[in-house]
């Protein structure tokens, strides 16, 4: 089984679990704090790939790690424990949250823009998305210079592009022609 459908199998029991005990919410912000820090934590990440080290091993420093998480969560260590799975961990917190976020109506809105976005964009944006969609959206802003200005956004199979490199684009294939 390979680590992204092992990882989906995984969120969706915890999710279960979670939602049975109406903490749902409650995992899913361990989830993202669990992603942020093995992504953000060159250490950990390594740390929980390595064969090297034993899993009760693992499972403990895990659980020093995230001592404020809820239950479930924790319960959730002790199955990659048994399992021997801990390398697939940050897959699984992903793959909760964008569970979540379907169970929850929630959709996230992908914004590539020049620079980090500030109140004045991410309104435009945001006006932009209820063209889109209806439904409750989180943006998730990547920040990529090529684009020059304006901003690309991308909301499941849906994407406007209003970023400059595009407008020169559409302007040179005028021009061309």
Do not use: C, W
Request: neutral net charge; proline residues 2%; without cysteine.
């Amino acid at each position: 089984m390979s680590g992204t459908r092992a990882a989906i199998r995984y969120a969706k029991a915890i999710l279960e679990i979670a939602d049975s005990k109406k903490v749902a919410s409650e995992v899913s912000a361990d989830m993202a704090l669990i992603s942020s820090t093995i992504n953000t934590n060159a250490e950990l990440n390594i740390f929980i790939q390595s064969p090297t080290f034993k899993v009760e091993q693992k499972e403990n420093a895990l659980l020093e790690v995230f001592a404020n998480s809820n239950a479930v969560t924790k319960s959730l260590f002790h199955l990659l424990l048994e399992n021997k799975r801990f390398e697939i961990l940050g897959l699984i917190a992903v793959e909760y949250n964008k569970l979540f976020d379907i169970m929850n109506g929630v959709e996230v809105a992908k914004v590539t823009t020049a620079i980090p976005m500030d109140a004045a964009l991410e309104a435009k944006v945001s006006a932009k998305i209820a063209t889109f969609s209806d439904k409750k959206i989180t943006i998730e802003n990547t920040v990529d210079p090529s684009i020059i200005g304006g901003f690309i956004l991308r909301i499941g199979d849906k994407q406007y592009n209003a970023s400059v490199a595009n407008r020169l684009q559409v302007l040179k294939r005028e021009l061309n022609n």
